[in-house]
T-cell receptor, first 115, second 111 residues
């Protein structure tokens, strides 16, 4: 079965610090890659996604992610975090299986940004 | 406005009392899913549906039922809830392998 690993479970940063959250997946075939964000008390919403093309993807609020196929990784980055980035971040991978598309989520990374 | 709605948003019940959480989407998506979110475990898929009358088990289906009689609706049924089903539940819909759109969540407490 496919798995998605997020290496950092809890990250605490000060405002203006740089952020990198790791995400690795196990599936060897074609995948679609996503980062979702969940602000406190809210539902998940899309931050960015990668299907094909340029492996450096830019999302909302200054976030970007790089797909490195050889490393099965899709790490999320932001050069300078803000207090409002405090949230939980989920990496997700969707792959085709038996005629359907199966999404798998990582366990999430809780980010706290101190003002 | 494109959205996924869930009801109720909060529910406190007792062990063994059957309950249904409704989910509806207005985007004509063929895929719909139910997830539960627990601290430290992230999101785990309970059931998903690829289209009307087509459903399949996710990672944690035990104790849950679903049905997909109409494309827009995908209710989650707990026939005999137990305390270990206390969790935050999200419904989501999507087209194929594309972005999932999540509902606002249902916080369920089973006493």
């Amino acid at each position: 079965a496919q798995s998605v690993s997020q290496h950092n479970h809890h990250v605490i940063l000060s405002e203006a610090a740089s952020l990198e959250l790791g995400c690795n997946y196990s599936y060897g075939g074609t995948v679609n890659l996503f980062w979702y964000v969940q602000y406190p008390g809210q539902h998940l919403q899309l931050l960015l996604k990668y299907f094909s093309g340029d492996p450096l993807v830019k999302g909302i609020k200054g976030f970007e992610a790089e797909f490195i196929k050889s490393k099965f990784s899709f790490n999320l980055r932001k050069p300078s975090v803000q207090w409002s980035d405090t949230a939980e971040y989920f990496c997700a991978v969707t792959h085709a299986s038996g005629g359907s598309y199966i999404p798998t989520f990582g366990r999430g990374t809780s980010l706290i940004v101190h003002p | 406005e494109a959205q996924v709605t869930q009801n109720p948003r909060y529910l406190i019940t007792v062990t063994g009392k059957k309950l249904t959480v409704t989910c509806s989407q207005n985007m004509n998506h063929e895929y719909m899913s139910w997830y539960r979110q627990d601290p430290g475990l992230g999101l785990r898929q309970i059931y998903y549906s690829m289209n009307v009358e087509v459903t399949d088990k996710g990672d944690v289906p035990e104790g849950y039922k679903v049905s997909r009689k109409e494309k827009r609706n995908f209710p989650l049924i707990l026939e005999s809830p137990s305390p270990n089903q206390t969790s935050l539940y999200f419904c989501a819909s999507r087209t194929g392998a594309d972005t999932q759109y999540f509902g606002p969540g249902t916080r369920l407490t089973v006493l």
